[in-house]
């Protein structure tokens, strides 16, 4: 899951790039991006679908969402070039009038053509949109000079110079079905993201005041969980019923369920409001969230291979569970999702011609990452929790020495790392689906002669009361995050940005021709890929929906 605090998936935000940026920034900024928290359920994850399952279901869902990510870079390149065709046009027609009245006014031939093939070749130069941008002068000598400025169209029309998001690509690209299709896959992959962070957020605050036991010790479960941790291990709720029965103090009558809910109404009362304003964005809280989030993980790894050099592997995973392949699918498209979001990082690169390298790099490190984050968790502990960070809740301690107190230090910081960056996030993620909401709703074009309840009360309640309810009655981040990543996830991971390039290239082959190249065209160009693509979501989610159906 990546650092929302960039999302933009709809309305008009291509207005021209004022800052820029190296590529080594760029490759910086899109790590961040792609590694967030939905990395801290890869863990759990793994340990249930198995080490090597896991390995080789991941290396091969970031090799399909690379390929995914290179659809959107073709689709955002053809949509600069539709653009710029159409600004062509607009010049065109303005010097075609122009040039009209001149000829009207003075009676002046400026230009003589004699023969056919001279008035063909005028009525072909017309035609260029290109052509249009050259000097006022006669068109023989504009036809002269034709040949050297062609050479040049393909850097003149294909660019990423201009933000294009998701959204106005989809309305450039899409017709009326297409457009509210798309806008409901959005707001349905919000609604999950904001699940998954009301029920994140409260069950850390939950388990940090909670009486807890230690999280690696199996004798605190009853064998029932054991066994279900081994060997379904799939999106069971079971986590829910045990803590509507276990007191969350020992002094006291609230079940750990209860004050879960009570974090969770009291985090909504705070934070829900929020969606009714707008939030302004500052580079300063991103800056303050990536490095929150770096050092979060790396004293994840730093402790876990500590464990495993000084205690020995305590946790034995199955090599191969098939029975976890759905939720470990669901995690992992939603630990890669990046494809919302990437316009806005693609655009002020300043040098273009180094994306596709640079994407390739970080998809390489990041696989390398995640894999390093579960494998060294799942054998250094012998219970994973879906929320990796509620491993390092802090323990009872009897020793008061610096090293001990750093520790518990740390352990505090893990356990708020959730809390804090998510907290942060949910009012950016609110708006951007209460903005959306409108979009797929209401005519925005009037959107002032609405009333005021529509407009500031109505679709901010819409957006955050459904996630509310939804987590009031699970808490499983194993299931919301399977749900949220096989279904919405994978449409907008695969099948969004399979759709925006066909429609990409299907209307740029009737405006330019095929003469004219997309320098950013995917490597893989071929339509047999993008159906390769489609059969392939097809089977993994009915793969997921065949599993939600016998576990119901």
Known sequence: MSDRNRIEFGGNTSANQTGSYSKWIGFIFIFNLIVGTGALTLPATFAKAGWLLSVNVILYLALISHMTVTFVIEAMAAANAVKTWQSFQVLKRSYDFENSHVNDDDDVENVEISSGMEEHAAERETDDPCATLLPRIKISKRLDRMPVYAQHSTLMYYRLDEKFELGEM?????????RILFYL??????????????AAIAKSLRDLFCDHVNATDLANFTIFDSTMDSLNLTLSNNETDNDAVTLCWQAHTLTRLNVYRLFLTGFIIIFGPFAVFSVQKTKYLQIVTALFRWCAFIFMISIAVKLLITEGAKGHPPTVNVFGIPALFGACVYSFMCHHSLPSLLAPIRNKHAISKILCADYILICIFYILLAMTGIFAFERIQDLYTLNFIPAQIDDYSFRAKLLVG???????FPICTLSASFPIIAITLRNNLQTLFLDMTHFESYNLFVRRIFFPLLAVLPPFVITYFTESLTSLVAFTGSYAGAGIQYVI???LVYYARTTCRELLGSGVVNQFESPFRSNYWLVFVLLWTAGCVSLVTLNFFFEI
């Open 170 to 178: 989809a309305t450039l690209f899409f017709n009326d079905v297409g």
């Open 410 to 416: 740390i352990d505090y910081f893990l356990a708020l």
């Open 497 to 499: 940005p399979v759709a």
């Open 185 to 198: 896959c959005i707001c349905i992959y919000l609604y999950g993201d904001l699940s998954i962070y009301s």
